[in-house]
């Protein structure tokens, strides 16, 4: 069967190895529940809620797959959607080779999701799984952003740090996911770019080193990353306002 006549079919890859440090000691940032659930719950929810995906990969810490999986038994999720739980690397990098080392092989697109962005909506998901599958080999969802940005010269942590260019804000936006790709090309960027030290922390940056062109669609408010402990104040109160609308 030619490429052009295969059927469509997209995988999430959820890398949920790292351990959070921002958000201060306890459990790894994936597992801090957010309304009674692990933020990872959530997250994958999130992707399985789309009904263009039909493969949710896990990719756990390389000593916590067994804990993933039970956990993910305890929960419910949509029977539809097959869910795998993988061992994961080192780096960010590694763990999301080897979610894609787990892909069934008649996967043809696949979405790169953080396991910090719990409640992205299905909408912004959807828009993702079709632009690729439009034809674009690399999307990202993102926002205008709201607040003017600063280049400045790096200096000692609490310094006055000079002020070297203002970019143009209009031409910036904040960069979400899940990210989209045609799974050919990600395997390429992923065999071809190597990053120093902790590895790529963004899967389109690798597939733009390729210099093939990374296309964006808009995201969604509620797609933040929850990082600091704020963001599971806000993370809390999204939830609560799904509830009380039966959205969720």
Do not use: C, W
């Amino acid at each position: 069967m030619s490429d052009e006549t295969r059927p469509h079919r997209t995988a999430a890859v959820i890398p949920a190895a790292g351990r959070g440090v921002r958000l201060g000691p306890g459990a790894p940032k994936a597992l801090r529940a957010i309304g009674g659930a692990p933020m990872l719950i959530h997250a994958v929810r999130a992707m399985a809620r789309s009904r263009a995906v039909s493969v949710v990969v896990v990719v756990a810490p390389s000593d916590g797959a067994d804990e993933v999986r039970m956990l993910l038994n305890e929960h419910a999720l949509p029977d539809r959607t097959e869910i795998l739980v993988v061992p994961g690397g080192k780096t960010r990098q590694e763990s999301v080779r080897a979610g894609l080392q787990a892909l069934p092989a008649d996967i043809t697109s696949v979405l790169i999701h953080d396991a910090a962005r719990p409640f992205v909506p299905v909408d912004t998901v959807d828009s993702v799984v079709e632009a690729v599958r439009a034809g674009a080999p690399a999307v990202v969802p993102a926002l205008p952003l709201a607040d003017t940005v600063k280049e400045v010269e790096s200096g000692t942590p609490g310094d006055p740090e000079p002020v070297v260019a203002t970019p143009e804000r209009a031409r910036l936006r904040a960069v979400q996911t899940p990210q989209g790709f045609d799974l050919a090309t990600l395997l390429r960027a992923h065999e071809e770019i190597t990053v120093a030290g902790e590895g790529a922390t963004d899967d389109a940056g690798m597939v733009e080193r390729l210099g093939v062109t990374v296309v964006v669609v808009p995201g969604h408010e509620e797609a933040f990353k929850v990082t600091r402990p704020l963001d599971l104040v806000l993370a809390e109160a999204v939830l609560a306002r799904r509830r009380a609308t039966d959205v969720y």
